[in-house]
Each structure stands twice: as C-alpha cells, then as structure tokens.
C-alpha cells in the first residue's frame, strides 16, 4: 500500500492524497452516512494538507443553517476529530449547496457596498461580527482601496470589521 490514493471527485478526475487525508474524507463521509438521508462528501479540492470537501445531494442545501453557523460548527467538529485522529497538520473546508462560494461573493459585494458609503460620509462603518474567515474576505478585499482601511475590534463572538476612511 502507497501513501497516496487515488480518490474521484466531482469531475470524475482523480486527485492524489495521501492516508491522512483519505482519512479525513472518510470522517466526513461516515459523518453523512450517520446523518441518514441522501448527504454525499466529494472531494472539490487539495491543496497540501487541506482539503475542501463538499457535501452534496437534496439534503445538502439544508445543512449550512443561519449564516452558514451550522455548517462551520460540523467543520470545527470533524476538524477537531481529524486533530486525533491522523499526525500533520490536515483540515478541512466543508461546503455545501455552493453556499461558500455565494457567500464569499456576497461578503465582496457588502464589502464594496460599505467602503462606498464610508467614503460619501467620510465616517467609519461597523459590521456586524463574523468569523475569522470572513472577516479576512473583507480585508482583503479592501485592502487595495486608497480611501478606506479596514481593522477588526471586539472580542471572541463579538469582533468584528470596521471601515473607515484613510488617514
């Protein structure tokens, strides 16, 4: 047995991966066979030891939950399970229904949104909190605007971004 196998993707192409990340699809996909239903786990993505993974058929579009709250705390969970179970550094990134990638658009479109407004009344702006992951979307997405700078305040569940205009 080799350290990598092959395993199928949505595209019918193989990806190399090694054990510990063949481990890591089969925690997620026991997970969606414990859930019942029809969930699948398919392997979207590998980069180096992490892996986004996405769970599709009809029961999918119901697990993210309120701002994806749900579908982050499944990913924490099997994130920390993946922590005991296999050596290396693997994580995941679980997505669903397509959710991350539309939110990840939306947070962009919000972001430019806000920065627009800063500028016009030349006052900061808060966001409500988000996690780490999003807040970094809107960093980054600001980063290059010569009239805004952005900052996370707060702490735990209530940090978040605020936009102000460059000094």
Known sequence: MTDHEPIQNDT?????????????????????AAAGGTMQA???????SHLMISLTGPDADEIWGKSGQTLDALQ???????????RGDVRIMLDAGNYRTRRIEALKAHARELAAEVKSRNMECELEPLPSHERRIIHSELADDPDVETYSEGSDR???VVIAPRK
Do not use: P
């Open 158 to 160: 209530d940090r978040h």
């Open 76 to 86: 924490l969970l099997i994130n920390h399970i993946l922590a005991h179970r296999v």
């Open 12 to 32: 019918s192409t193989e990806v190399e991966v090694a054990n510990e990340e063949q481990i890591a699809l089969q925690v997620v996909v026991d997970f969606c």
């Open 42 to 48: 398919v392997l979207t993505e590998s980069q180096g």
